[in-house]
Structures are given as structure tokens and as C-alpha cells.
């Protein structure tokens, strides 16, 4: 199965249908299976006295999170025109939902799964209005405790919710390469049972690159027309180029992962008589004479009897006349 390949787009339309619109088209050129937006609305959100993070402070100034956020709002009609968009353009709509009227709306336009963000890991009463829709989940779990990711798989589980993928992450803009973790699928894939992908905040590409190397089933990345753009995401983002850069290194991953099975490959078995060697004459040899380490080495080509006959070789009388570096034959 391939690695599912989601453009995170989220608010990075900066409130515009026309820019959203222009995210799809540049998402599906660059080879993602999906793009994702974010479905809110702002106060019901966040609190009018919610601060913002460091890295919003640094991209969009003093005002409030709820002011930022009112700026960034879609409507319901915006997804549906979105979502219609998508469809047309052969790419998958997504979009995350921050609300109850959120959740109830994208449920009626036939998203093929949700995606949980990291903050809502532990809002029951969110996890629960999702898991009774019955649809598949995947949850990003940056922040998280694996108790926390246990607690919130048994919810849903518990609820209505049977097919779970989970995605690491770490919820800082950037990542440091050090706090990463790249290690921690794996263990919550064998603590889980699950499958596990990544969420990536990381400056450029190579850590979303190594991810798929390591299995992730799933590979999420901010994605932005223009890092310049004012906004909260622009600057965590990378650019459509960069995105198809990093999408065709992921599928240069996974068909080098191959099978797993160790068996000469069709590229290399016409090598195998050109790079392996033979048991071969190291000096002309009369018939009859014994093969002994004197008269007989090993050379390439490999169409002749094998070294690892050696010792079934050693002893044995020369069958006829061998000139030096004729294959020997038994």
C-alpha cells in the first residue's frame, strides 16, 4: 500500500475561496493524495482571553487568537464549493473540524475519514461526537502521553469508531530536529497495534523522507503557495516545488522498500555470470592429472562450477586438457 500523502493546507487560504482553490490545484500537481483544511469557528474555538503560541506572536502580532482566527474563518458554503473543487480535480477534500457545528457539517459532505489534531487528543466530548459517526480516524498525537493516545483510542474504539491510524507528531512551529523522535512509531505501532504515520513540522523535507523509510503509512506536511504570505502557517510550511520534491522521494522510498524478501532482483540477475567467479585453470592442466591448489584458481567469469565447490573440486583428476583460465569441468 502506498503512503497516503496529505497537503496540509489548513488555514494557509487566509480567509479566500480563490486562494483555497489555487492550494488544490498546486497540491494535486504536486502529487499528494489529499488536502486538508481546518473548519472552525473562532468562538467557539477559543476564549476571547485565549493567548496564541510563540510562533503566531511572530508571524501575526498582538492581537488576540480569536481575532486571528475570525480572519481565517470559511463558511459552510466556502467548504461545499472546496470540497466540489477537490472532486473535480481528482484530489481528496479534507478538512480538520474545532467544533460540534463543524463536526455536524463535514459529516454531511461525505469526507472519507477524520482527522483528529493534536489538541483535541484529550476532548472527550469531541472524540465522542466523532467516533458516533462510525467513520475511520486519524489522529495526530503531537503533546501526547501514550497513556493520553490510550485513553483517547478507547474512547473511540468504545464509541463507534473501529479503524484508527495514528500519526506521530511534535506540536512545535518549527520542530527541532533533537525533539523529533522519529523512533516513537514504532512503539506506539507495537504498544497499539496500529497503524502509525507523521505529522511533520520540521523545516524542509528529509525528516517526512526518513519517516516513510521507517513505515510511516501516512505522511502529513504544511503546504503553502508562498512562505512570504502573511499569516500563522506560511513560515511552517514549504512550497509547492519543495512539496513535489518531497512527494517523489517518498515514492522513491517505498518502492526501494520493496518486499522484504532476499532474492536476486531482475535488474541484477544478468550481473550474476559477469561479477561472480568460476573454478578456472591457474596453468595448462594434461588430462588425468589431480586438481590440486597448484594448477587451479578461481577467476572470473561465474558460468563455471562455483567456489563453493571448492573442496568437491580439490582431488580430482582433470577430465581432459584444460589451458590456463578454461573453466574447469567435473
Known amino acids: 500500500m502506498s503512503v497516503y500523502i496529505i497537503a496540509e493546507a489548513g488555514v494557509n487560504h487566509n480567509g479566500s475561496i480563490e486562494l483555497a482553490c489555487r ?35 511572530a508571524t501575526m502580532g498582538s492581537t488576540s487568537q480569536q481575532d486571528m482566527l475570525k480572519k481565517l474563518e470559511l463558511s459552510d458554503d466556502d467548504f461545499l464549493k472546496i470540497k466540489y ?23 454531511l459532505i461525505n469526507m472519507p ?23 475511520p480516524v486519524v489522529m495526530s498525537t503531537g503533546m501526547c502521553t501514550m497513556n493520553e493516545i ?16 495514528l500519526l506521530h507528531c ?13 523512533k516513537a512509531m514504532r512503539t506506539m505501532h507495537e504498544v497499539f497495534g496500529l497503524e502509525v504515520g507523521y505529522s511533520d513540522h520540521t523545516k524542509g523535507i528529509e525528516i517526512p523522507i526518513a519517516a516513510a523509510a521507517l513505515g510511516a503509512v501516512i505522511i502529513e506536511k504544511h503546504f503553502t503557495l508562498d512562505c512570504n504570505m502573511e499569516g500563522p502557517d506560511h ?30 532482483s531482475p535488474s541484477e540477475e544478468k550481473n550474476i555470470p559477469i561479477v561472480r567467479k568460476s573454478i578456472v585453470a591457474k596453468t595448462n592442466i594434461k588430462a588425468g592429472s589431480i586438481l590440486t591448489e597448484e594448477n587451479i ?15 568437491d573440486v580439490l582431488g580430482t583428476k582433470a577430465v581432459k586438457d584444460f589451458k590456463e583460465d578454461e573453466l574447469i569441468e567435473l
Request: proline share 6%; charged share 25%.
Open 23 to 57: 492550494l488544490v490545484d498546486a497540491a494535486k500537481k504536486a502529487g499528494a493524495n489529499c488536502i486538508k483544511f481546518q473548519t472552525f469557528r473562532a468562538e467557539k474555538l477559543v476564549s476571547h482571553t485565549a493567548k496564541k503560541a510563540e510562533y503566531q506572536k
Open 85 to 107: 473543487y477537490c472532486d473535480e480535480a481528482g484530489i481528496c477534500f479534507l478538512s480538520t473540524p474545532f467544533d460540534f457545528d463543524s463536526i455536524e457539517f463535514l459529516n
Open 113 to 135: 475519514f477524520w482527522k483528529i489534531p493534536s489538541g483535541e487528543v484529550t476532548n472527550l466530548p469531541y472524540l465522542l461526537k466523532l467516533a458516533g459517526t462510525g467513520k
Open 150 to 165: 490510550r485513553e483517547a483510542i478507547r474512547a473511540l474504539t468504545e464509541n463507534g469508531t473501529t479503524n484508527i491510524k
Open 170 to 182: 511534535n506540536t512545535e512551529y518549527p520542530t527541532p530536529f533533537s525533539d523529533v523522535n522519529l
Open 235 to 264: 513560515k511552517a510550511s514549504i512550497e509547492p516545488d519543495e512539496f513535489a520534491v518531497m512527494v517523489k522521494n517518498i515514492r522513491h522510498i517505498e518502492e526501494a522498500l520493496g518486499t522484504g524478501d532476499k532474492v536476486p
Open 297 to 311: 584458481t578461481v577467476k572470473r567469469p561465474g558460468t563455471g562450477i562455483s567456489p563453493m565447490k571448492w573442496f
